[in-house]
């Protein structure tokens, strides 16, 4: 793919942009609506680890969504940066979190006070492959796939419970306090399936943030990658 060469004004308004914030994410769509699945896999990661963050929607300008790629010499987006350097994309953003290499880097979870506030709704947590699988291992957790049986074909997780018709009912019968967690090829899709479970009045819902992919790179290499 070839990359447009960088024009002043653009290359000033970039670094502006960059230079007003700590944390920047280039994507499609914005914080509360992104526009593709990698850009919400990114949002998804970064608001597990930082309570605040800068989004840039590159659709609404296409002269920044060139722009950026000329900047980074990177031809995808979205492009995560943290004190105006250029971290990666989707896949880059997503190994650095399951290494925990992401969390040092930005200073989210763990990193200073967070008041919190006891009637807030419930939200979706994310938890890393590692984190399910420990989860799965001590019985905590009942595990739901989201996707349909062409994918499940392809690449499952054994201990995943198709979310069919039948599998519904069972899940809606469980007891809102139940440990659920919801997962898909990379985690867009679960997240959906999350959110409305909690419209269910369910208290403790999950979503593998990676999906089945994660899985497959930091579990089970015997799963298939598609």
Known sequence: MRIMALNEPIQKQISEILANSRVVLFMKGNRRMPQCGFSAQVV???????????????LRSPEVREGIKAFSQWPTIPQLYVDGQ?????????EMNTSGELQKLIGGSGGGFKITNPNEPPKVKQLTAQELKAMLDRGEVALFDVRPEH??????????RSLDAASQKYLLGLDH?????????????????????LTEGFRNVYNLQGGI??????????VPRY
Not at 86 to 94: A, E, K, M, P, T
Request: proline share 5%; net charge negative.
């Open 44 to 58: 998804q990661i970064l608001d597990m680890l930082v309570p605040s963050y800068e989004t840039v929607d590159v």
């Open 86 to 94: 250029f971290i990666g994309g989707c896949d880059i953003v997503r």
């Open 151 to 160: 994918e499940r074909a392809i690449a499952r997780i054994a201990v995943a």
């Open 177 to 197: 306090d139940s440990p659920i967690a919801f997962h898909c090829h990379h985690g867009s899709r679960s997240q959906e399936a999350a959110q409305q479970l």
């Open 213 to 222: 992919d994660a899985w497959s790179i930091g579990i089970d290499p015997s």
